[in-house]
């Protein structure tokens, strides 16, 4: 006790002492060679360091040349040093420490200002009794005038000289080692703990972040070392009252014991209250730090100070401390503050009778806003607090309000981290113990065999997750293990319980149960205990088990159907473990499910919805037995075909019908049986469609004719042409289409010649009379004849296309001499007579889609025709008819048209009259002129200029999309929507709206268009138009209207399709110069038109945005072309 020496005479006196053997500073000098890192000797630090003279000070990073960026001795062991070398290099510390206390000071805290960033001598020995505001106050000049760069400091995520975390770990353990090797008496006797806490606090109080960080390290790191050095004591002290009581009084050996028992006591004493006035002194303020960093940091060495001193968990200031930060606004700061609460709570029963008590009124009071945090806004902070609130002292105190918020989350969220941990609630608490989850136990490192987990036979079901990472993971029951099998089934049932309760009518988020479950609750991969439980009390063989309700049945069809999406997801996408597990699990449902098929339909029949459901696991398992399994299909052909023709023709949803058909069309693929079956369905579909739409029938059996005209249409979009060339068929559909058109325009007529101004309500929309189809109809009749005409023109194209190879053939043999002519084949005349069937496997392909090769003549001359005559009809729909969706729908098939003339044009002309189509010349490499009839442009202006205007005016503020047009709900019951086989989605927001009309009965005629539905139907005609290649449709008038779309004030969507179309007519005048001309000349046309129409504030818009559209700079090949337009305009003015 008593003050040090003067520094300098200390210096002097022991700088000759020698040094110690074993000095880990001077080891480590040595072997880094650091002799350009400190100011002296590479022999001379382990003597410095243990005299503790200035030279000491310099080697721990002080006193050196200002502005050294290298490291000192002390921080270069922290960075870069091994637990072992830094504890060493923390007892060297305390040696310096204990033979000079100014210096082992100095030392701390310039390993401090190292780690920070800033570089050596920044902090001279004369400073130190300046004191640390008046270093501070001098510090940010000084880093300015030094241009210091202290972003990557050595405990900063972007650390420069590595690992941050073993930085930081390596601090603390300096500070343990350093501070821990002291007594108590040198640390609060000799002022240096109070000096110390002084600078610390300070420093951790900087205008610079990475000064803030490390004093915050350093500060709470020497209170956790204080903080054991008060526990010993106290140990001490316990010991020593244990001798007094057991000595005899009045012993001199009792006073010695007492005087030392009081000496431990006051020193344990000190350092608590020096340790508490540290922490409240750091804590707080930087808990409230503007660096997510330094928040993070305090909170984590919060937790370290609270598990070695239980009794602050007595203390509110820091349990609510850490609760605050629940609040904190970095996401990683509330996960941490939430796992250091649920780490309370989890270990409580390690916790004293007095902790756990203070705990459970904690509990009370945090519980709401615990749950507030299920709601966050980052995934991970909001199933951090589900697993919170998954422990059982905390689940207990929910309200049923909060409790099912909680449980709600599974289904109800849309990321897949919440919903699992959800699951995990409610596998805890909703389901009977001990749940249908299995408990994962560790990763075993050996490879896996080669029998797949999901089915292997299992002991029991409460054994290893059947999606885990362990080997011995297994999911299957062994039929002959009764306790397995009933504990699968028991599962089950839990969950449909809790689907019947938790869900209600939104079955579809089924599908988000199954996936929160999936992996770990092995009875959702048990398909023949599925199976059994569908078919409990409904078929002869399973009388006696209780039959299920049928909302249970449908509940437990949608989990069915989930859990076979899902592992037809894993095959298809996963990783090859997931894939061969899921192959595994695929192979097993086909042998579980394909024979029970017909009977699962059976039951299934009555209920529309379970009908849907089951027919799309049938379509699963088809697709996939027909590739990998089709021994499941070989013996059961006949049933299942039976059963799934028998579902689509009772069937009156599209959706159910069009898994069957695919379904049929899978068995197709493995047995020609089922090829028989589904080409004789489409035969008597066809008849009967044919039988209906004559005109007496359809007035009669007007709603059969439309459940015939649905079957038509899905069948037509499965590889069928279901017209079988049957040009009468298409007479008839063109027929009723005439009809919709006709009345549509009388209708029209009356509403316009109807009096203006009159108070009184409008009146509906009239209904459309007997043998007139309605809406519905006529959407399914344009769809139907688009689809059969695409099909006759692709034959008639494909028989074209083999004759030209054949022709180009013969040409080629009468030009080879005859040895070469043999080895091609034979002579020319031979050639020619083999070619139906060498030459043009084409011919042989649309023969046999076609049905009546002998008609192709025929068809091939109507086809003009029939295709004029339906683009006037969709012409004439488009102009008049009452239902939006219909006008939409013929815009878009006449745009189909036009396109399809267009991709056939090389071979087919489909303007000519009947029986020219041939006798127009050509010359080589010309294409037929596919026309685009004015009045017919004039019609489909005036209907995108409509929707344009009424875009205008109705309310769109809210609706947002994108100009894909992604804002059609899927009505089907299967959510997601399922993808084909390959996974590439073919159906487009145009198909989904079109089948909702159909199904819903949306397309009436009666209904307004909500503001969303009319920006739909707006973006989609918009994309038809920029997407097209008829050059009079994509640079006509349609594109100047929908160039017009590029002004601010248009809707989002609309601008995207606007500036679709002008990047696309930019990049076509890279090709000429005639069409870079093009390009400036339609925007041109675009602003005098708004000018016209709208005056010159609208005209000023559309060419300012015009303008941003160009860039930077005008590209070099639109230069000279914008100089011939800009000429052009002068000219006209």
């Given at each position: 006790?008593?003050?040090p020496?003067?520094?300098e005479e200390?210096?002097e006196?022991?700088?000759e002492?020698?040094a110690p053997a074993?000095?880990?500073v001077?080891?480590?000098a040595?072997?880094a060679e650091?002799?350009?890192?400190?100011?002296v000797?590479?022999?001379?630090?382990a003597?410095?360091?243990?005299?503790?003279?200035?030279a000491?000070a310099?080697?721990?990073?002080?006193g050196g040349?200002?502005?050294?960026?290298?490291?000192g001795c002390f921080a270069w062991v922290?960075?870069?040093?091994?637990?072992s070398?830094?504890k060493?290099?923390?007892f060297?510390?305390g040696?310096?420490?204990?033979?000079?206390?100014?210096?082992?000071?100095?030392a701390?805290l310039c390993?401090?200002?190292?780690?920070a960033?800033l570089?050596?001598?920044?902090?001279?020995?004369?400073?130190l009794?300046?004191?640390?505001?008046?270093f501070?106050c001098r510090?940010p000049?000084?880093v300015?005038?030094h241009?210091?760069?202290?972003s990557?400091?050595?405990?900063?995520?972007n650390?420069?000289f590595?690992?941050?975390?073993r930085?930081?770990?390596?601090f603390?353990?300096?500070w343990?080692?350093?501070?821990?090797a002291?007594?108590p008496a040198a640390?609060l006797e000799?002022?240096f703990?109070?000096?110390?806490?002084?600078?610390?606090?300070?420093?951790?109080?900087?205008?610079?972040?990475?000064?803030?960080?490390?004093?915050?390290?350093?500060?709470l790191?020497?209170?956790e070392a204080?903080g054991r050095?008060?526990?010993?004591?106290?140990g001490?002290?316990a010991?020593?009252?244990?001798?007094?009581d057991a000595a005899l009084?009045?012993?001199?050996?009792?006073?010695?014991?007492?005087?030392?028992r009081?000496?431990?006591?006051?020193h344990?004493g000190?350092?608590d209250?020096?340790?508490?006035e540290?922490?409240?002194?750091i804590?707080?303020p930087r808990?409230?730090?503007v660096?997510?960093?330094?928040r993070?940091?305090?909170?984590c060495?919060?937790?370290?100070?609270?598990k070695?001193?239980?009794d602050?968990?007595?203390?509110?200031?820091?349990?609510?401390?850490?609760?605050?930060?629940?609040?904190?606004?970095?996401?990683?700061?509330?996960i941490?503050?939430?796992?250091?609460?649920?780490?309370?709570f989890?270990?409580?029963?390690?916790h004293?009778?007095e902790?756990?008590?203070?705990?459970?009124v904690?509990a009370?009071?945090?519980l709401?806003?615990l749950?507030q945090r299920v709601g966050?806004v980052?995934?991970k902070?909001?199933?951090?607090?589900?697993?919170c609130?998954?422990?059982?002292e905390?689940?207990a105190?929910?309200?049923?309000?909060?409790f099912?918020?909680?449980?709600?989350m599974?289904p109800?969220?849309?990321?897949?981290?919440?919903?699992?941990?959800?699951g995990?609630f409610i596998?805890?608490?909703?389901?009977?113990d001990?749940?249908?989850?299995?408990?994962?136990?560790p990763?075993?490192r050996?490879?896996?065999p080669?029998?797949?987990?999901a089915?292997?036979?299992?002991?029991?079901a409460?054994?290893?997750?059947?999606?885990g990472?362990d080997?011995?993971?297994r999911?299957?029951?062994?039929p002959?293990?009764?306790k397995?099998?009933?504990?699968?089934?028991?599962h089950?049932?839990s969950?449909?319980a809790?689907?019947?309760?938790y869900?209600?009518?939104?079955?579809?988020?089924?599908e988000r149960v199954v996936s929160a479950f999936w992996?770990r609750?092995p009875?959702l991969?048990?398909?023949?205990i599925?199976?059994?439980?569908?078919?409990d009390g409904?078929w002869?063989?399973?009388?006696s088990?209780?039959?299920?309700?049928?909302?249970?049945?449908?509940?437990?069809l949608?989990?069915m159907?989930?859990?076979?999406r899902?592992?037809?997801?894993d095959?298809r996408g996963g990783?090859p473990?997931e894939?061969?597990?899921?192959l595994?699990?695929l192979?097993?449902?086909?042998a579980?499910?394909l024979?029970?098929?017909?009977?699962?339909?059976?039951v299934c029949?009555?209920?529309?919805?379970?009908?849907?459901?089951i027919?799309?696991?049938?379509?699963?398992l088809?697709n996939?037995?027909?590739?990998?399994?089709?021994?499941?299909?070989?013996?059961?052909?006949?049933?299942l075909c039976?059963s799934?023709r028998?579902t689509f023709?009772?069937?009156?949803?599209?959706?159910?019908?069009?898994?069957c058909?695919d379904s049929?069309?899978?068995l197709?693929?493995?047995s020609?049986?089922?090829h028989?079956?589904f080409?004789?369905?489409?035969?008597?579909?066809?008849?009967?469609?044919?039988?209906?739409?004559k005109?007496?029938?359809?007035v009669?059996?007007?709603d059969?004719a439309?459940?015939?005209v649905?079957?038509?249409m899905v069948?037509?979009?499965r590889?069928l042409d279901?017209?079988?060339s049957n040009?009468d068929f298409?007479?008839?559909?063109?027929?009723?289409l005439r009809?919709?058109?006709e009345?549509?325009?009388q209708?029209t007529?009356e509403?316009a010649a109807s009096?203006?101004?009159?108070?009184?309500p409008a009146?509906?929309?009239?209904s459309?009379p007997?043998g007139?189809p309605?809406a519905?109809?006529a959407?399914?009749?344009?769809?139907?004849?688009?689809?059969?005409?695409?099909?006759?023109?692709?034959v008639?194209?494909?028989v074209?296309a083999?004759k030209?190879?054949a022709?180009?053939?013969?040409?080629a043999?009468q030009?080879?001499?005859?040895?070469?002519?043999?080895?091609?084949?034979g002579?020319?005349?031979?050639?020619?007579?083999?070619r139906?069937e060498?030459a043009?496997?084409?011919?042989?392909?649309?023969a046999?889609l076609l049905g009546?090769v002998?008609?192709?003549e025929?068809?091939k001359?109507?086809i003009?025709?029939?295709?004029?005559?339906?683009r006037?009809?969709?012409s004439?729909?488009i102009?008049n008819?009452?239902?939006?969706y219909?006008?939409y729908?013929?815009?878009?098939?006449?745009m189909l048209l036009l396109?399809?003339?267009?991709?056939?044009?090389?071979r087919?002309n489909?303007?000519?009259?009947e029986g020219?189509?041939?006798?127009i010349?050509r010359?080589?490499?010309?294409?037929f002129?596919?026309?685009?009839?004015e009045e017919?442009?004039?019609v489909l202006?005036t209907?995108?200029?409509?929707?344009f205007d009424?875009?205008?005016?109705?309310?769109?503020e809210?609706?947002?999309?994108n100009a894909e047009g992604?804002?059609?709900?899927?009505t089907?019951?299967?959510?997601?929507f399922?993808?084909p086989?390959?996974?590439?989605s073919?159906?487009?927001?145009?198909r989904?709206l079109l089948d909702?009309?159909?199904?819903?009965?949306e397309?009436?005629?009666?209904k307004?268009?909500?503001?969303?539905d009319?920006l739909?139907?707006a973006?989609l005609?918009s994309r038809t138009i920029a997407?097209?290649d008829h050059?009079?449709?994509y640079a006509g008038p349609l594109?100047l209207?929908?160039?017009?779309q590029c002004?601010r004030s248009r809707?989002?969507?609309?601008?995207?399709?606007a500036?679709?179309?002008f990047?696309r007519?930019r990049?076509h005048g890279?090709?000429s110069e005639?069409f870079a001309?093009q390009?400036?000349?339609?925007?041109?046309?675009a602003?005098t038109?708004?000018?016209i129409?709208?005056?010159v504030?609208?005209a000023?818009a559309?060419?300012?945005?015009?303008?941003?559209q160009w860039?930077?700079?005008?590209m070099p090949w639109?230069?000279?072309?914008?100089?011939?337009?800009f000429?052009?305009?002068v000219?006209?003015c």
């Open positions: 006790a008593g003050e020496p003067p520094f200390a210096a006196a022991e700088d002492e020698a074993g000095s880990a001077a080891a480590l040595a072997a650091l002799g350009p890192i400190v100011a000797d590479a022999a001379a630090p003597a410095a360091v243990a005299a503790g003279g200035r000491a310099r080697v721990a990073g002080g040349d200002v502005g050294d960026a290298s490291l922290v960075v870069h040093g091994t637990a070398q830094v060493h290099s923390g060297d510390w040696d310096l420490f204990s033979r000079n206390t100014r210096s082992g000071l100095l701390l390993t401090c200002l190292e780690l960033g570089p050596k001598g920044v902090l001279q020995d004369e400073e009794d300046d004191g640390p505001q008046e501070l510090l000049e000084w300015r005038a241009g210091v760069d202290a990557q400091y050595a405990l900063s995520r650390s420069k590595g690992s941050a975390h930085a930081l770990t390596n603390e353990r300096f343990a080692a350093g501070i821990g002291q007594t640390l000799g002022g703990a109070p000096e110390l806490n002084r600078w610390l606090v300070d420093l951790a109080s900087s205008s610079l972040r990475s000064l803030r960080h490390v004093s915050v390290v350093a500060a790191a020497f209170a204080l050095h008060a526990t010993d004591l106290r001490i002290q010991t020593m009252q244990r001798q007094l009084p009045g012993g001199r050996q009792v006073v010695q014991l007492e005087q030392e009081q000496q431990a006591d006051a344990a000190g350092l209250m020096l340790r508490a540290f922490l409240d002194q804590v707080p808990t409230r730090d660096s997510e960093a330094i993070l940091c305090t909170l060495e919060v937790e370290r100070l609270m070695a001193d239980p602050m968990y007595l203390q509110r200031k820091w349990t609510l401390r850490v609760f605050l930060m629940t609040h904190d606004p970095a996401a990683e700061v509330r941490k503050a939430i796992s250091i609460i649920e780490s309370w989890a270990g409580s029963a390690r004293s009778q902790v756990r008590q203070y705990l459970g904690f009370e009071q945090i709401t806003h749950v966050d980052d995934a902070v909001a199933a951090a607090a589900i697993r609130l998954r422990l059982p905390l689940a105190r929910l309200e049923d309000s909060e099912d918020h909680v449980v709600n599974c109800g969220s849309v990321d897949q981290t919440i919903r699992a941990e959800a995990c596998n805890s608490h909703v389901f009977h001990p749940g249908i989850c299995v408990v994962q136990g990763t075993k050996k490879r896996a080669d029998v797949d987990p089915v292997a036979p299992v002991a029991d409460a054994g290893d997750d059947a999606d990472p080997v011995g993971a999911a299957a029951p062994d002959s293990n009764v397995a099998l009933f504990n699968s089934e028991t089950l049932s969950l449909v809790y689907i019947d309760d869900l209600g009518e939104r079955l579809r988020l089924v992996g609750a009875a991969t048990h398909w023949g599925m199976v059994n439980l569908c078919l409904e002869p063989p399973q009388q088990g209780e039959t299920p309700s049928p909302k249970r049945r449908l509940a437990l949608f989990v159907e989930a859990a076979i899902r592992t037809e997801e095959f990783k473990a894939q061969a597990t899921a595994a699990r192979t097993e449902a086909c579980k499910m024979p029970e098929m017909p009977k699962l339909m059976e029949r009555a209920d529309s919805q379970m009908l849907q459901l027919s799309q696991v049938c379509r699963i088809l996939f037995a027909a590739d990998h399994s089709p021994q499941h299909v070989v013996a059961n052909v006949a049933a039976h799934l028998r023709e009772s069937c009156l949803f599209i959706d159910t019908m069009k898994m058909a049929m069309l899978a197709a693929r493995c020609n049986e089922a028989g079956a080409m004789d369905l489409a035969r008597d579909i066809f008849h009967a469609g044919y039988t209906l739409l005109p007496d029938l359809f009669e059996r007007n059969e439309r459940i015939a649905s079957r038509m069948l037509s979009n590889g279901m017209s079988f040009m298409v007479e008839r559909l063109l027929e009723l009809a919709r058109v009345w549509a325009a209708a007529a509403l009096p203006l101004g009159s108070t009184a009146p509906p929309p009239p459309a007997a007139v309605d519905r109809v959407l399914q009749v344009v769809e139907v004849l688009f689809v059969a005409l695409t099909w006759q023109v692709r008639v194209d494909w074209k083999s030209e190879t022709s180009g053939k013969d040409e043999m030009g080879t001499p005859a040895p070469a002519a043999a080895a091609a084949g002579t020319a005349e031979a050639s020619r007579e083999e139906p060498v043009s496997p084409e011919f042989a392909e649309a046999q009546q002998k008609d192709l025929d068809i001359d109507t003009p025709t029939v295709i004029a005559t339906l006037a009809a969709c004439g729909l102009a008819d009452l239902d939006p219909v006008r729908h013929a815009f878009n098939c006449y396109q399809l003339g267009l991709a056939v044009s090389a087919i489909m303007e000519a009259p020219e189509a041939d006798s010349e010359s080589w490499g010309e294409t002129e596919v026309s685009f009839p017919h442009a004039k202006f209907y995108l200029n409509a929707l009424r875009v205008s005016l109705a309310d769109i809210g609706v947002s999309f992604s804002m059609v709900e899927a089907s019951n299967i959510f997601p399922p993808l086989s390959n996974r590439v073919t159906t487009t927001s145009a989904f909702r009309c159909i199904e819903s009965g397309a009436d005629g009666t307004e268009l909500k503001p969303s009319e739909l139907l973006v005609a997407e097209h050059e009079k449709v594109a209207l929908i160039l017009t002004e809707p989002r969507p609309l601008r995207e399709v500036s679709i179309l990047k007519l990049e890279r090709l005639d001309k390009f400036w000349d339609m925007q041109l046309e602003i038109g708004l000018y129409c709208s005056g504030e609208a000023n559309l060419s300012n945005a015009f303008m941003r860039g930077p700079r005008i639109l230069e000279r072309p914008y100089y011939r337009a000429k052009g305009a000219g006209d």
